[in-house]
């Protein structure tokens, strides 16, 4: 009788690759005791610790796996390694990208918006709030004084959008502005605003909502430096008395020159409340500015709707110039004092030039105490 071969039945295909993936987490499983066994620190990332998302209790078990295998390969076990960590990828569930809420960045410190703002995050708005004048009243000292609020970002440079480059238009001057963050204000200053004719019915047409801000100085102080900065760049101009009289022998004053026009206040000011209501307009005391500059900026901090963050503590006074300084400037840990062409020494004005400018601009500065409801002192 015939033997017939009894032929044992070929294992199922996947039984090794079972058999291997076994042998590898008990080998993980063994190499985990023994580290803890001897006292080295798991390598297990923290965010790791915990079952996935679904709560499946071996997502934890292959990431331990993975984890430790690929700390930890001897020689000889990068293939088991390797068959361990893909399973672990396979069964660790894809962690989607996550954008950061459009709300983010009201979470953010006041304090740190203007930093970040500075790294490009934010958007570029147009101003909610200019410094419109005057020149020579202190402009340049309040924007840098300004600047030190995390929750205002303004242009160093002056754009002159709204007496020269209007026919730019909008788009390219919201490009000159910074990137702000929401709750901050976005602000630039062109001193030569208040006197063009034109700027008040331009900032109306971009907002009438635009807060403006107008810096003014004792006219006749103001039209002496106002000469003073002309002279250091022109030497050889007239002399300020020349330039003061149409006719020295009457005193008639020229009002056609601009050193002299910019101080008649109260003329500017109607053509800007044609525009603005004045409960949109605060007036800064230039004198002010200088003797109690953290009383102006409080002022100025509440009319913007900020918390008064600049105080007495930001500032200190610097003898030689003659001026307030900070003891520490935007993005600086230094003390700050304005450049060198603020301060300069004004040349000696004959005293009878003096009163005949006084006496021209009194009637002036009483209309605009008036307008203003401000007594700003400039004819004791």
Wanted: a positive charge; glycine letters at 8%.
């Amino acid at each position: 009788m015939a033997c017939s071969r009894v032929t044992a039945p070929e294992p199922p295909p996947g039984i090794f690759r079972r058999a291997a993936v076994m042998l590898c987490s008990l080998c993980a499983f063994l190499l985990l005791l023994h580290r803890c066994a001897s006292g080295s620190p798991p390598l297990l990332r923290a965010s790791d610790a915990a079952a996935g998302p679904s709560g499946d209790p071996r997502s934890l078990r292959t990431r331990l796996t993975y984890e430790w295998t690929r700390a930890s390969e001897p020689a000889g076990f990068g293939a088991a390694a390797r068959a361990s960590r893909g399973l672990a990828d396979e069964a660790r569930p894809e962690r989607p990208l996550v954008s950061p809420s459009p709300d983010a960045s009201r979470k953010v410190s006041p304090r740190l918006a203007g930093k970040l703002s500075a790294l490009g995050d934010g958007s570029r708005k147009l101003p909610q709030a200019l410094i419109v004048g005057v020149k020579k009243g202190g402009t340049r000292a309040l924007l840098e004084f300004l600047r030190v609020h995390p929750d205002i970002r303004a242009v160093g440079a002056e754009p002159h959008f709204f007496d020269r480059h209007y026919d730019n238009g909008l788009q390219w001057y919201r490009d000159l502005m910074p990137k702000t963050l929401e709750g901050q204000i976005t602000m630039e200053k062109t001193p030569s605003y208040f006197v063009t004719r034109e700027a008040p019915a331009r900032i109306s047409a971009m907002s009438r909502d635009t807060k403006l801000i107008v810096v003014v100085r004792d006219p006749v102080t103001r039209a002496i430096s106002d000469y003073t900065q002309t002279l250091s760049k022109k030497p050889d101009i007239p002399s300020f008395e020349s330039l003061t009289f149409k006719n020295r022998t009457t005193g008639l004053i020229d009002t056609s020159w601009s050193a002299v026009q910019i101080g008649i206040y109260a003329k500017h000011l109607d053509n800007w409340l044609q525009y603005f209501p004045m409960e949109q307009i605060l007036f800064v005391s230039g004198e002010r500015l200088i003797s109690d500059p953290a009383g102006e900026l409080g002022r100025v901090q509440d009319f913007l709707g900020l918390k008064r963050i600049i105080t007495d503590k930001h500032f200190y006074f610097n003898q030689t110039k003659g001026f307030p300084c900070l003891k520490k400037a935007e993005g600086s840990s230094k003390p700050h004092c304005l450049g060198k062409t603020k301060g300069r020494t004004h040349p000696n004005i004959h005293p009878e030039v003096v009163q005949r400018l006084r006496d021209f601009y009194r009637p002036f500065n009483m209309k605009f105490y008036q307008m203003t409801g401000q007594f700003f002192g400039w004819d004791d």
